[in-house]
C-alpha cells in the first residue's frame, strides 16, 4: 500500500502525515468531488489487507461478532448526506493564535455516504445492559508528541449516540466504495458531529462499561480554558453554527457593477434559517437567496447579488441564524486547542 499520498488540488497544510484541506474558492457543487475533500490524518496511513480484513464487535456484549467485507456489504443500507468538519477549521484566525494546523477555511467537505447503521450491528452482538459506551479504532497508528507509547486512532460514543439510528458504517462515499485516503473500507459517520468523531479504517469495536479515556478522547478534542480546570474541560460534540464566503477572497479588487457573494452555511444542531450579508461592516444586513434545500446534516449555500456603484473599500461580513434564534457572534470563543472557531467571516475587497 501507498504510503505517502498527495492530493494537487487540495490546500496542503501538512503532508505527512497527510493534511490538507479543500480550496472553498472551488465551491461549485453541494457535494465536494472527492479530488477537493479535504483531509485530516493523525498518522500516516495504515496498511489495509483485505484479504484480512474484518470489523469486530466485542467487549460487553453477548455474541462477539467478526464481520467480513461481503458480510457489511450484504446488510440493509441507508444512505446520507453528511458535511464533515474538521473541529480546527479556522483555526487559523484565532488571536491569539493556537498550536496545531493552521486550517484556513475549508477543513470542511460534503459527501454522500452509505452503510450500515450501527445499531444494526450492535444488536447483532446483543450488547449488555451494563454497557455504557462504545470505542472505534482506526488502524491507523503511531506515536504523539505530550506522551510516551504507541497508539491507534480510538474515539468513543455514547451507548445512545452509537444507538441512534443515523450513525452509521459507511462504506460508499458519493456512490463509489469509500476511498482509501477517507477510511477504506469501513468508517463511522456520526451526522452532525465535527469530523473527529467519523472514524476512518474502522476494524474493531469495543462496547465498554466504563468512560473511555483515550488520548484523543480526553486530551484532544476538548474545549480547555484558561484556567484548567475540569469544569472548564468540555467536550467537543456537534458543529457549531457557521457561515463562510467562498468568493469573493479576502483583499480581492473587483469591478463596480454586479458582483456575487457567495457561501456555504452549517449548523450540527438547530437548522441554519438565514444567512446574512454586510458590506458596511455590519452597519446593515442583507438576507442572502439559498441556492438548496434544508437537509438535516448537510451544509448549506447560498449566494447573494451586490450591485456595486461606487469606487472604494468594503468590509463584507456573514453571518447566519438558526432555528433557534441563536446567532453568530464577532468575537471568537478562544480555547486552548484552537476548537470550534465560528466568529463572524470578515473579508475586505476593493471596487476600482
Ligand atoms: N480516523 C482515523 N482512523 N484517523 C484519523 O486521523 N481523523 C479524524 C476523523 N477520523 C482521523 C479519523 C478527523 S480529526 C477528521 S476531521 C476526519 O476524520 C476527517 O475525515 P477525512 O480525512 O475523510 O476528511
Known sequence: MVKLLYSPHLITRRIMPENQEFPMLALSSRVT???????????????VDMRTWGLSIEGCVNK???FRYHDLLKMPQVTLPVTLECVGDKRSFFQPKTRGEQWGLGAISHAVWTGVRLQDLLYA?????????????????????DMPGVFSYTRSLSLEQALHPDTIVALYMNGKPLPFRHGYPARLIVPGWYGMASVKWLHRIVVIEEHFQGPFQVVDYVFDRKPLTPSASEPVTTIRL?????????????????????????????????????TDNGNTWHAATWLEQQETYSWRRWCWKWTVTESGTYDIKVRAKDAAGNTQSEMADWNVKGYGYNAIQHIRVYVD
Open 33 to 47: 468531488p472527492e479530488h477537493l475533500f479535504y483531509i485530516r490524518n493523525h498518522f500516516p496511513y495504515p496498511n
Open 64 to 66: 462477539p461478532i467478526h
Open 125 to 145: 452482538a446483543e450488547v449488555r445492559r451494563n454497557a455504557r459506551e462504545v470505542t472505534f479504532e482506526g488502524m491507523d497508528k503511531g506515536v504523539r508528541t
Open 242 to 278: 457557521n457561515s463562510t464566503i467562498a468568493g469573493p477572497t479576502d483583499q480581492e479588487v473587483l469591478a463596480k457593477g454586479e458582483n456575487w457573494v457567495w457561501g456555504i452555511a452549517i449548523s450540527g444542531s438547530d437548522p441554519v434559517v438565514l444567512v446574512e450579508i454586510s
